[in-house]
T-cell receptor, first 115, second 113 residues
Framework: SAVISQKPSRDICQRGTSLTIQCQVDSQVTMMFWYRQQPGQSLTLIATANQGSEATYESGFVIDKFPISRPNLTFSTLTVSNMSPEDSSIYLC????????????FGPGTRLLVL | KQEVTQIPAALSVPEGENLVLNCSFTDSAIYNLQWFRQDPGKGLTSLLLIQSSQREQTSGRLNASLDKSSGRSTLYIAASQPGDSATYLCAVRHETSGSRLTFGEGTQLTVNP
């Protein structure tokens, strides 16, 4: 398995501001991902965080809005920029350690409320 | 485009009952399928992962089956307990989607003491 922590666990932000969410894993992993879970909905993949290079974004998500960094194999950040109330969601980091079995493990999530 | 559907959306059962949660997917070209539970306000806990070549996986009171050709998976929970109350999500990884998971909407389970 993998032990994943996220900071902050929750935040309330004002419209137009930005928030950076951190994801830390207890040991090196091959892949890291960022998901969004909007209220009452299931999870949607935002992007794959690539170590040492630009993230790979899914359709509907852009780097200017959700810049992602992954400086090493255990840490990643997701920034939610120029926030609006529609960005109110739970943001979850996930990792894959074993590329053969490919079990994905999720962090506890960051609950974001934008006023 | 892969779509994942979970039925029922919500389920309430008395403690001790055996129950089945259903998951269906539209594109059978999957690499694996994973079941998760999510407690209110929390992240996801991985329960079981079934590779496309497997028919079932078991962990304790949980048994997950996979019928890839018909696009279906079931999660069987034996002798349910109040601590099993949570939302159960299934997610599939397509053969060509890298490690991207497509999630169902989940089944919200309540086990009453």
């Amino acid at each position: 398995s993998a032990v994943i922590s996220q900071k902050p666990s929750r935040d309330i932000c004002q419209r137009g501001t930005s928030l950076t969410i951190q994801c830390q894993v207890d040991s090196q992993v091959t892949m890291m991902f960022w998901y969004r879970q909007q209220p009452g909905q299931s999870l949607t993949l935002i992007a794959t965080a690539n170590q040492g290079s630009e993230a790979t974004y899914e359709s509907g998500f852009v780097i200017d809005k959700f810049p992602i960094s992954r400086p090493n194999l255990t840490f990643s950040t997701l920034t939610v920029s120029n926030m609006s109330p529609e960005d109110s969601s739970i943001y979850l980091c996930s990792v894959v350690r074993d590329r053969v079995q490919e079990t994905q493990y999720f962090g506890p999530g960051t609950r974001l409320l934008v006023l | 485009k892969q779509e994942v559907t979970q039925i029922p959306a919500a389920l309430s059962v008395p403690e001790g009952e055996n129950l089945v949660l259903n998951c269906s997917f539209t594109d059978s070209a999957i690499y694996n399928l994973q079941w998760f539970r999510q407690d209110p306000g929390k992240g996801l806990t991985s329960l079981l992962l079934i590779q496309s070549s497997q028919r079932e996986q078991t962990s304790g009171r949980l048994n997950a089956s996979l019928d890839k050709s018909s696009g279906r998976s079931t999660l069987y929970i034996a002798a349910s307990q109040p601590g099993d109350s949570a939302t159960y999500l299934c997610a599939v990884r397509h053969e060509t989607s890298g490690s991207r998971l497509t999630f169902g909407e989940g089944t919200q389970l309540t086990v009453n003491p």
